[in-house]
């Protein structure tokens, strides 16, 4: 993500660029089988492999010349013998952003290693006592359905009995059954399909934490950060989607959990980059994006009302998607022909953004963030070319968003913080802490301001 090199996987990259053929994970495994079913000398050799493929591809794009100051040129001749894309270029130019990004992510392993061995310590008796309260809800839903006669955790049985109801539902792209995924229960007014959604979410909490997390005395995540917008993502466990209700189980080394959570981060860098006046001036003048398209939208509204601000925090997250009107209604669940014309109302509120958004349409196969890294676009062979401008859209202020995070990790770091998390826009300390001003003027052309949330549960 650093480049944007149209060859994503390590397999790709190693035959395009140093034309040495190396196998995928999927070409060594046994039919059905997993690595657990590879003898230790298969893993070994294809570990090396990967490793030297990985040194040659460092040292053929210019090796110890991304820790220098000046940017460098790289160049490889095309694989004509196992195919290559003859309109790829063969030169390609690392800038010196490029070098900064790729030093932030170098700098960054260390710190998400040593916060992968940390944990976070678990308050037992919560856990136990999470478990026992979701199972008794997940049982008395379940109940409910039972005595309805179908099992809430069978989507079939679920979608005959709605049908049944009176409850129209699509089907899946098989034909063989009533489609009942959670955005179309949501939609019925139907309370028997609410039932379903409370039984798939207490399950859900069951199974996916507190079942996991029972006898624990630490909680153990690792982090990616090969996501094609360069945010750092959690996974065995992923931490990062611990819903808000059940992170009191999470008890501070320290007793004090420090949080910083950048405000509106996304949205001010979507302003940066668009050089929308009407935002960039709501954002000068102490005021926000959100509450400007609540009174735009529904001008006598309060601005202390929380339901309001939701929707038109909502609005606002779904235009920046480039969402048309259908998609704006499921997300508001407002009729299509009141959202068509709030969405005329946003573009007019809004006009140098939405003619940026309009300019994305056509553009590089790559998006360029603030900090100069690239992030390459899904291709259009495996994806729809809506779904591609919306990346394109998109990949700017998310990808600018966590360059300033990772920075501000790296600050912390740097005054001996205890990081336990990093949670999308948050910074999880262990510890009492004042964080520096510093980390609201990342990006020195931006202002990012933060909120501080202190106490011995993670809020």
């Known amino acids: 993500h650093?480049?944007?090199?149209?060859?994503?996987?390590?397999?790709?990259?190693?035959?395009?660029?140093?034309?040495?053929m190396i196998d995928s994970v999927q070409d060594i495994l046994p039919e059905r089988g997993t690595m657990l079913d590879l003898s230790f000398a298969d893993v070994a050799h294809k570990c090396l492999m990967d490793c030297l493929a990985t040194l040659r591809i460092y040292f053929k794009e210019g090796g110890d010349n991304w820790w220098e100051a000046d940017s460098h040129t790289w160049k490889y001749e095309l694989n004509w013998y196992d195919g290559c894309d003859p309109l790829e270029p063969t030169s390609y130019t690392v800038t010196q952003a490029m070098k900064d990004c790729y030093q932030v992510d170098m700098k960054l392993i260390p710190l998400l290693m040593c916060m992968s061995r940390r944990g976070m310590a678990l308050r037992s008796d919560l856990v136990e006592d999470w478990y026992e309260r979701t199972g008794k809800a997940q049982l008395f839903m379940q109940d409910i359905c039972t005595k309805e006669g179908f099992e809430p955790g069978k989507p079939q049985q679920v979608?005959?009995?709605?049908?049944?109801?009176?409850?129209?539902?699509?089907?899946?792209?098989?034909?063989?059954?009533?489609?009942?995924?959670?955005?179309?229960?949501?939609?019925?007014?139907?309370?028997?399909?609410?039932?379903?959604?409370?039984?798939?979410?207490?399950?859900?909490?069951?199974?996916?934490?507190?079942?996991?997390?029972?006898?624990?005395?630490?909680?153990?995540t690792h982090f990616r950060m090969d996501l094609s917008t360069a945010r750092l993502s959690s996974y065995d466990d992923n931490q990062q989607n611990i819903p808000p209700r059940i992170?009191?189980?999470?008890?501070?080394?320290?007793?004090?959990?420090?949080?910083?959570?950048?405000?509106?981060?996304?949205?001010?860098?979507?302003?940066?980059?668009?050089?929308?006046?009407?935002?960039?001036?709501?954002?000068?003048?102490?005021?926000?994006?959100?509450?400007?398209?609540?009174?735009?939208?529904?001008?006598?509204?309060?601005?202390?009302?929380?339901?309001?601000?939701?929707?038109?925090?909502?609005?606002n997250f779904a235009m920046i998607f480039y969402a048309l009107v259908k998609t704006l209604s499921h997300h508001t669940k407002l009729p299509e022909s009141i959202c068509r014309a709030y969405r005329e109302i946003w573009v007019e509120t809004y006009p140098t953004a939405y003619a940026w958004m309009k300019a994305q349409e056509e553009g590089e196969d790559y998006v360029e963030t603030i900090y100069g890294n690239r992030c390459h676009l899904p291709s259009g062979v495996q994806f729809t070319w809506k779904h591609i401008v919306n990346c394109r859209i998109n990949y700017g202020p998310q990808s600018s968003a966590a360059g300033t995070v990772k920075r501000a990790m790296l600050l912390c770091e740097r005054q001996h913080m205890d990081i336990a998390l990093q949670i999308h826009d948050e910074i999880l300390v262990d510890g009492k802490v004042d964080f520096p001003p510093e980390l609201a003027h990342i990006y020195p052309e931006l202002h990012t301001p933060f909120k501080v949330r202190q106490s011995p549960y993670w809020a």
Do not use: C
């Open 159 to 220: 979608g005959m009995v709605l049908a049944e109801r009176g409850s129209f539902l699509p089907f899946t792209p098989s034909g063989k059954q009533l489609a009942t995924g959670n955005d179309l229960l949501s939609n019925l007014s139907d309370p028997l399909a609410t039932v379903v959604l409370k039984y798939r979410e207490y399950t859900k909490l069951k199974s996916t934490y507190l079942v996991k997390l029972r006898g624990q005395r630490r909680a153990y």
């Open 2 to 20: 650093i480049q944007a090199l149209p060859n994503g996987s390590l397999q790709d990259t190693a035959r395009a660029y140093i034309g040495m």
């Open 247 to 315: 992170r009191e189980i999470f008890a501070p080394d320290s007793g004090t959990w420090s949080d910083l959570d950048y405000d509106q981060i996304e949205m001010r860098k979507f302003a940066y980059i668009t050089q929308d006046p009407v935002m960039l001036e709501a954002y000068h003048q102490g005021s926000d994006i959100h509450a400007i398209t609540q009174m735009a939208l529904w001008p006598n509204s309060d601005l202390g009302d929380k339901v309001m601000r939701v929707r038109a925090k909502t609005f």
